[in-house]
């Protein structure tokens, strides 16, 4: 049984790994498009509509823009979409792996909601295709008239999106799904309208039309939504490791300032690559935003953190953790090598809230963590770190077993 947590593990870490190298790869090639595309000089003469020269290890390359096509179809066309169908298919496999096999231990927090773990799945995947669903309505809506009221209303739905998932699902879910709906907003862009708009010209082309310049247009309008949510969505998938980001009591507002900041440094990078005048006014504004964040980061933590009794109110709570034979002595062990520092008020020197937002006061706490202590002191030996608590040998040995029964009764 333990053979397969830690072979399910590893898939975790493989996927995550994959997903990140994507999703690099996506980002970075968006990143240099979205700069090619607003430095090139427009001032040419000839068929191309700019053209920019550009120095890269140890040659030059003249590229050129041809808009909405060139008149022929060239031979060799690369296409840029598989770095950002991959991100989308790992970051989904992760999701799946870890957050919805791993339901009640990171969608759901009993202090958050009592949704069953069912439930807080169906939200997870529900979430995802709703909410595509809804932006690309608006996007087709009269609202694609003004981009402007456009990015607002998509804005203040955001808001809202933030608000719901932090009633339901735990703090550290919350934000992952937040970033979630938006990069899937992000590829279902790439794969459902420009890419077949993408397709629509090349066809054109093939058969000797001049495509229509409509299809450049809206393609333009996604990939600029794709623009300024890139630097949000980076923040919401590495906030998991940050309890005062997704575990405080505002973290909704936290994560929808976040929108704002990231779009105001991308207005910052875009004006720079445009040659533009530079809104340096973006960076003091930035600034005051990311104190705000600070401040509402000091409320108090939400998640899995406040000293409350679970009590009745988690009936759906796995007790096997408990009955499993080993639970007093691995709680005493527990209260002994890690409290210390996992508790709300550590009482370790230097530390003010407990360590990634993780809590062992209570029986209850020992039981929905019970994965972790095994994995981080049983199994592996990163807790206590360094040791420096002095678990034995003989009390990680215990803790195996303790483990090792438990999953043997079954839920
Ligand atoms: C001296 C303080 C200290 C003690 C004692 C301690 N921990 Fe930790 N623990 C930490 C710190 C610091 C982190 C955060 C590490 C990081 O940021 O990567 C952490 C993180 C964790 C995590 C989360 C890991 C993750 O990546 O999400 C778990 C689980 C954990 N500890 C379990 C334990 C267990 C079980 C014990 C007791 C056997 C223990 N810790 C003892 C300081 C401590």
């Not at 001049?210 to 969505?233: E, Q």
């Not at 020197?349 to 006061?361: A, M, N, R, Y």
């Amino acid at each position: 049984m333990y053979d397969l947590i830690v072979m399910w593990e590893w898939i975790g870490f493989l996927l995550r790994w994959v997903h990140v190298i994507t999703a690099i790869a996506w980002i970075g090639s968006s990143f240099y498009f979205i700069a090619l595309d607003l430095s090139l000089n427009r001032n040419i003469k000839g068929l191309a509509d700019g053209e920019e020269w550009q120095v890269h290890g140890g040659g030059f390359y003249h590229i050129q823009k041809y808009m909405v096509a060139p008149s022929e179809m060239p031979e060799h066309l690369t296409w840029f979409k598989w770095e950002s169908y991959f991100t989308w298919l790992s970051g989904f496999a992760v999701l799946v792996v870890v957050y919805w096999f791993g339901a009640d231990l990171y969608l759901v927090d009993p202090q958050v909601s009592n949704i069953s773990s069912t439930m807080a799945i169906f939200i997870s995947g529900g979430s995802l295709v709703i909410c595509w669903l809804i932006y690309d309505f608006l996007c087709r809506s009269k609202l694609k008239n003004s981009p402007t009221a456009l990015m607002l209303v998509l804005y203040l739905l955001l808001v809202g999106l933030a608000l719901f998932f932090s009633n339901f699902l735990s703090g550290k879910a919350a934000l992952l799904h937040l970033g979630a709906v938006t990069a899937t907003i992000m590829t279902a862009n790439v794969f459902l309208v420009i890419m077949p708009n993408q397709r629509v010209v090349v066809a054109d082309l093939k058969l000797g039309k001049v495509p229509d310049s409509k299809y450049g247009s809206i393609a333009k309008i996604r990939s600029t939504h794709n623009n300024y949510l890139t630097l949000p969505v980076i923040f919401l998938m590495l906030s998991a490791h940050y309890p005062l980001a997704f575990g405080t009591h505002y973290n909704w507002m936290i994560a929808s300032i976040i929108f704002i900041i990231g779009v105001l440094i991308r207005h910052y990078f875009n004006s720079k690559h445009a040659r533009k005048r530079l809104p340096n006014w973006t960076w003091g504004l930035s600034a005051i935003l990311f104190i705000i964040i600070m401040w509402l980061s000091t409320e108090p933590f939400i998640s899995n953190v406040e000293n409350t009794s679970l009590g009745d109110q988690n009936s759906s709570l796995d007790t096997k953790f408990a009955r499993a034979s080993g639970f007093n002595e691995v709680k005493d062990i527990v209260s002994a090598r890690c409290t210390v520092c996992h508790a709300a008020e550590p009482a370790w020197e230097g530390l003010h809230w407990p360590p990634k937002g993780v809590v062992f006061e209570t029986s209850e706490d020992i039981q929905l963590n019970a994965k972790f202590i095994f994995l981080h002191s049983g199994l592996s030996k990163s807790m206590p770190p360094g040791n420096l608590s002095g678990i034995t040998e003989n009390e990680r040995e215990i803790i195996r077993k303790w483990y090792r029964s438990a999953k043997k009764l079954g839920s």
